[in-house]
């Protein structure tokens, strides 16, 4: 007699991801998804209760696989901040379907990449990015208030054009939008510096 073999949660999770990604969100359903993962739709009743239960899971599930490729090993604030902006680019190039589902959709769960230690009205930078945003500063000779509007606007900006690309709406390679994104980040610290010099 054959073994059974038991679906666990991350199997199912597993699954569903590779289908988020290949085939987008609409593309699931507890049947395509228990095609996908091999097993009736029992376990997938069993461990998630309905579709709102998965979609809960996938969202953190899906969060938790984007944020290890985002994730940077660079030694210096700059190179940091720009493997991140690199990493996030791919991914709307390259993995749209998950790309809007994370940050697109109209329930959206996550925010864009380092937006959720962000204050948009430019009052602050919380957690880990101060640390970042001390570090830019001091590589640019930025003040600390006057990096944070740099790195605010650069998210802004570069989650702008991830999301033409993830669209559809702009077609360009990685390197080209990493350029802009690298020529706008130098406008906005170029513009500061400016603006110092001028009321000097």
């Known amino acids: ?31 395509t998804l228990a095609a ?15 579709m709102e239960g998965l979609r809960r899971a996938l969202t953190v ?7 290890k490729k985002i994730a940077t090993c ?7 901040f720009e493997e991140m902006g690199r990493a996030y680019i791919a991914m709307a190039k390259n993995e749209p379907n ?8 109209e329930r959206r769960i996550s925010k864009p990449l380092g937006i959720e230690g962000l204050d948009i009205t430019g009052n602050d930078i919380i ?20 990096a944070q509007e740099c790195i605010r606007s650069t998210i802004v900006y570069s989650h702008g054009l991830a999301v033409m ?14 350029r802009m994104i690298k020529h706008a ?7 500061d510096k400016h603006e110092r010099q001028g009321k000097a």
Request: aromatic fraction near 10%; hydrophobic fraction near 40%.
């Open 1 to 31: 007699m054959a073994r059974k073999v038991s679906i666990t949660k991350d199997m199912i999770l597993e699954a569903a991801l590779r289908m988020l990604i290949r085939d987008g969100y609409p593309s699931i359903n507890i049947k």
């Open 36 to 50: 996908e993962a091999g097993c009736s739709t029992q376990p997938i009743a069993w461990h998630f209760e309905n």
């Open 61 to 67: 599930y899906a969060r938790e696989y984007a944020e």
């Open 74 to 80: 660079a030694d210096n604030a700059v190179d940091a």
């Open 98 to 105: 998950l790309f809007r589902f994370l940050y697109i959709g």
């Open 127 to 146: 957690s880990g990015d101060k640390d970042m945003a001390a570090g830019i500063a001091r590589q640019t000779g930025l003040s600390y208030k006057r």
């Open 165 to 178: 690309i993830a669209s559809g709406v702009l077609d360009i390679s990685e390197d080209e939008a990493m």
């Open 185 to 191: 980040s130098e406008c906005f610290v170029s513009g």
